[in-house]
């Protein structure tokens, strides 16, 4: 079936479900569900790009591996493999007719209307996985990638690892996210930037943060209550083999402010400059080399221009081109 257009919003027609296609319209959870009251869902956001070899999903494998992780930290068994989720993606990419896309696998719990569960035990409420798609320009406005954006440093704090796990994208830790988000847009900003619960810089509302100083690429640790993030780990390959020191380590809120230059990552955000935190401009006030210079290769890579860094496989092809078809984790 191919895409359908809402609201001038280009979506797959169909949506898999729990190991078949249904239709985008059949795509329902009861209002009872338990995801609904207690946020019980992970999820995973992928892009499709349309690359000079065809149509092809950016580590894939990676996505779904993480996706599995979140669900196995919060005790989500579910029936699927990680090849069965790509090759579902895959499937469902092919079936839409759209020539790139952005990819939203989900597992959450929801209800068992035989035999329905209320309370906060998640236990007793069944496990369902979905995969949708649709067409989604950039997330921060195409003006953005060239000319940065506007940011602030956010007065909620990122929530700390032990309370809710980091590691894991789950929907819940989101409701943080938001609140980042929409004092920052209230307060005229593009987005935020959380500290942790040390005073250290943590991330934006969805996004990982990287400084440059002095030539070195800074970036908060593993550590410091972030999401593992993929388009992160891209970076930081990227960097590496075009010689670009990596640095992961805390750093401060004033750091921000005298950075020479700063930029987020993410699915959706890809490589975003930032020109400004708290309206002190950073370094010149647009894209820095460096940003500029991993943008370049970042770009190659997701339209198939130029191999992987390290002879890694991050492109999954819907369709036979000759390429490997799968992408390896790195």
Not at 274 to 279: C, G
């Amino acid at each position: 079936m191919a895409g359908k257009d809402v609201a001038t919003m280009k979506i797959a027609g169909k949506v898999w479900k729990n190991g078949e296609l249904i239709d985008w319209d059949d795509a329902r959870i009861h209002v009872m569900s338990h995801v609904v009251h207690y946020g019980s869902s992970v999820f995973e956001g992928i892009r499709c790009y349309n690359t000079t070899k065809g149509s092809a999903v950016f580590r894939l494998t990676e996505h779904m591996q993480r996706l599995l992780n979140s669900a196995k930290i919060y005790r989500m068994d579910q029936n699927f493999s990680r090849q069965e989720l790509c090759d579902a993606t895959t499937e469902l990419i092919r079936t839409s007719e759209l020539d790139e896309c952005y990819i939203r696998p989900v597992i959450f719990r929801s209800l068992d209307e035989a035999k329905p569960a209320f309370g906060v035990n998640p236990f007793p409420n069944p496990v369902d996985t979905y995969i949708a798609a649709w067409q989604w320009g950039k997330y921060l406005g195409e003006e953005a990638l060239e000319n940065g954006i506007d940011v602030c440093v956010s007065s909620w704090t990122r929530i700390t690892s032990n309370s809710m796990p980091a590691m894991a994208k789950a929907g819940a830790n989101y409701m943080n996210s938001q609140l980042i988000k929409m004092e920052a847009l209230l307060g005229g900003f593009s987005e935020g930037i959380a500290l942790d619960d040390r005073g250290y810089v943590s991330e934006g509302s969805g996004e990982n943060l990287f400084l440059v100083n002095g030539g070195k690429l800074i970036t908060p640790p593993l550590g410091a209550s972030i999401l593992p993030g993929i388009t992160r780990d891209s970076v930081i390959q990227i960097a590496r083999e075009l010689g670009i020191e990596v640095v992961e380590t805390t750093i401060q809120r004033a750091a921000l402010y005298l950075a020479d230059e700063l930029f987020f990552t993410g699915t959706a955000a890809e490589i975003t400059p930032i020109r400004s935190v708290d309206r002190i401009t950073v370094g010149s006030g647009k894209r820095g080399e460096i940003t500029a210079k991993l943008q370049e290769e970042f770009f190659k890579v997701i339209m198939a221009e130029r191999p992987a860094p390290f002879g890694a496989d991050w492109l999954t092809f819907i369709h036979d081109t000759g390429e490997k078809k799968t992408a390896s984790a790195s």
